[in-house]
């Protein structure tokens, strides 16, 4: 652990600027570029956007639910950076993408900067802040969780989310919000333990928005010995990789430029890379754990973490643990017919089998 938190990408290594990008252009550089499928959020889509989520789990293939914003009970008013002045937290953690070096600054500082700073990297600069794991403001995760705008298959709090069957004294948040402005970024990596991503732009100014270019969840091997061929290691998270690295990969490349109203979903062992652009975006993000990523991790995610001296964070295990403990609980009362100490938040032991076979 003490090893990986002194490592700092070749941040004079990075090599790209996000002048000519577009969408559109991108995806013309890699033979094996492909867009990421998007579905909407609203109009008469409720039922291709149920039946896409359930297709989305067992594809492993990155997604885009596009149009919240158009949603009539969307959070406008408050899911913008002066409401989060006002009312957020009053400084943040931020990073300098020039030298990887961390600082906590006041909003309003992190406001002026981003709002002062060119739209891309100056030849001379030395400053880009990008803002990481803020805490969610509390009005913004209530309409989160209790506007019924979100599916609740997608949220932190449901039950399909094994990381809610810890006890509160062992959880984890994974609910954050991420600040950035054009030419910010977040190297190649994988979401923790393969856990699902999920990741909602909620606020641009001045045409902000972010690019991603994201691989198959099944892919996660091809990625992390190509990454070695490049004299990387993937699971360190310091590579920033280029479009012309990209384009010679021996595996898919899905790119999507996100949006406001975008959410982005991310599939276990999914590695992505994310490049912001033009003006100030706030993305809330969050992770969920299926039972399928539960074995993942357990097999996979673990031995490599174990390899490469990383933290297990969401501690898989013990998650495990408390899964099969409330499942037990739960099946004793079903044989005794009293469903009355049943968990709220715990699965019908029947589903959670049926799950498994999926």
Not at 139 to 146: A, G, P
Not at 320 to 340: C, M, N, P, Q, T
């Amino acid at each position: 652990m003490g090893t990986i938190a002194k490592m700092r990408p070749d941040c004079h290594k990075v090599s790209f600027t996000t002048k000519d990008w577009s969408l559109e252009g991108l995806l013309k550089q890699g033979e094996r570029f492909l867009p990421v499928p998007r579905v909407s959020a609203v109009g008469d889509q409720s039922e291709s956007l149920r039946e896409t989520l359930q297709q989305y789990d067992k594809k492993m293939i990155p997604l885009v639910v596009e149009d919240w914003h158009k949603h009539p009970n969307w959070l406008g008013q408050k899911f913008n950076l002066e409401w989060l002045r006002e009312h957020g937290q009053k400084d943040i953690a931020v990073r300098n993408i020039h030298d990887w070096s961390d600082h906590t600054v006041s909003l309003e500082q992190f406001t002026k900067h981003c709002r002062s700073a060119s739209r891309f990297v100056a030849p001379e600069e030395t400053v880009r802040w990008y803002g990481k794991d803020a805490e969610c403001p509390a009005d913004w995760d209530e309409w989160l969780h209790k506007s019924g705008v979100i599916p609740s298959r997608l949220l932190p709090n449901d039950s399909r989310n094994y990381l809610t069957n810890l006890p509160k004294s062992a959880t984890v948040e994974t609910l954050m919000c991420y600040l950035g402005i054009g030419e910010t970024f977040t190297p190649c990596h994988k979401d923790l333990c393969a856990s699902s991503g999920h990741n909602l732009m909620c606020y641009t100014e001045n045409d902000g928005s972010s690019f991603w270019f994201m691989t198959k969840g099944s892919d996660a091997l091809e990625v992390a010995e190509y990454f070695r061929a490049l004299e990387q290691e993937l699971d360190h998270e310091m590579h920033v990789i280029t479009i012309e690295e990209l384009a010679r990969a021996p595996f898919d490349v899905y790119i999507t430029q996100q949006k406001l109203g975008d959410l982005v979903l991310v599939p276990p062992r999914s590695c992505h890379q994310v490049v912001n652009y033009g003006g100030i975006t706030i993305k809330t993000s969050w992770s969920r754990m299926t039972l399928k990523g539960l074995v993942v991790a357990l097999h996979h995610e673990l031995p490599i973490y174990q390899r490469v001296c990383r933290r297990e964070t969401y501690r898989i295990k013990s998650t495990i643990y408390h899964a099969l403990h409330r499942s037990r609980i739960e099946l004793e009362d079903l044989i005794r017919g009293d469903r009355s100490r049943r968990h709220p938040d715990s699965y019908n032991f029947g589903d959670l089998w049926m799950r498994r076979e999926r």
